[in-house]
């Protein structure tokens, strides 16, 4: 991530559009995985006027490396003073569809992390709802096994 010299300005008024953003909807469908997802508009909806209020814009520009491509995304205060980072993403294909495709994703995704935001949890939601069931019985497996030291008992 880089920085304007200072942030004295901005760093209060993003504390106040961050008050205000919502996560982003659902509000699109990936018809390979039968998904939905937040699209690149709902993202730019939840953040736009929240960051406009305090006087913070956001920039993004991309540029081509040499397999794929480099999207940089900067909130810009009306005092000059700015946060900026920058994303890469491969080409999925070297054609204007891919571009496309990749300029999109990494936009949307670039933009929700500098700013902190998720998709809406639809089935988090909708599981906080649902009766609580009974823990498994079954022993947890970890995801990886120990390391050396671990399996001595070292926790680090």
Request: hydrophobic residues 35%.
């Amino acid at each position: 991530m880089n920085t304007s010299e200072t942030l004295d300005l901005i760093a209060p008024a993003l504390l106040a559009a961050q008050k205000e953003i919502n996560n982003a909807s659902k509000d699109a469908k990936n018809p390979h995985f039968r998904s939905s997802y937040a699209s690149l508009g709902s993202v730019i909806e939840a953040v736009k006027e929240p960051l406009n209020k305090q006087n913070i814009s956001v920039i993004q520009s991309l540029s081509e490396g040499n397999d794929g491509l480099y999207l940089s995304t900067r909130l810009l205060h009306v005092s000059g003073q700015w946060i900026e980072d920058t994303a890469y993403s491969p080409l999925p294909k070297a054609d204007p569809q891919g571009v496309g495709s990749a300029t999109t994703y990494l936009r949307r995704y670039s933009l929700a992390a500098l700013l902190c935001i998720t998709q809406e949890d639809d089935d988090g939601n909708a599981a906080r709802m649902a009766t609580p069931q009974a823990a498994p019985t079954a022993a947890a497996k970890p995801l990886h096994a120990p390391s050396k030291s671990q399996a001595k008992g070292d926790p680090f």
